[in-house]
Structures are given as structure tokens and as C-alpha cells.
């Protein structure tokens, strides 16, 4: 009889583990779902970013062409 109640014990605690496993298995694929949006988050900024650089850089390129036309740059 005592043998029972300690192989019924362990069952229980040993489904209580799985159920306790399978639940940080969904946690887990819960947080490396939203890393992977934020990580798609932040490339995008970094995009947009790198964006922004390229259209500074062509303004500051026809900034360089509208004062040479003008002269109003000192060249040296």
C-alpha cells in the first residue's frame, strides 16, 4: 500500500512538471516571437536611418553645387 501512495506521489509531481515544462516551452516561444519583432523593429530604423543619411548627403551635395554656380563658396 505504501508503495502506491509513493508511485501515485511521483506520478502526480511528475505531471506537474510536465504541465510546468510545456507552459516555459510556450513562454519561450512567446518571448522569442516578440525579440524577433523588436529585432525587425530596430532594423528598420536602422533603415530608415541610413535613409535619411543618403538623402542628407544629396542635399549637402547640391548645396556644394548651388554655391560653386553662385560662387559663394571658398574654395582653396
Do not use: K
Request: glycine share 2%.
Amino acid at each position: 500500500m505504501a508503495e502506491n501512495v509513493t508511485n501515485e506521489l511521483i506520478l502526480e509531481h511528475l505531471q506537474a512538471l510536465h504541465v510546468d515544462a510545456g507552459r516555459a516551452r510556450e513562454e519561450r516561444r512567446e518571448i522569442r516571437d516578440e525579440l524577433r519583432a523588436v529585432m525587425a523593429h530596430v532594423a528598420a530604423l536602422v533603415q530608415s536611418d541610413l535613409n535619411r543619411d543618403s538623402q542628407q548627403a544629396s542635399i549637402y551635395a547640391r548645396l556644394d553645387r548651388i554655391e560653386r554656380r553662385l560662387e559663394l563658396s571658398y574654395e582653396e
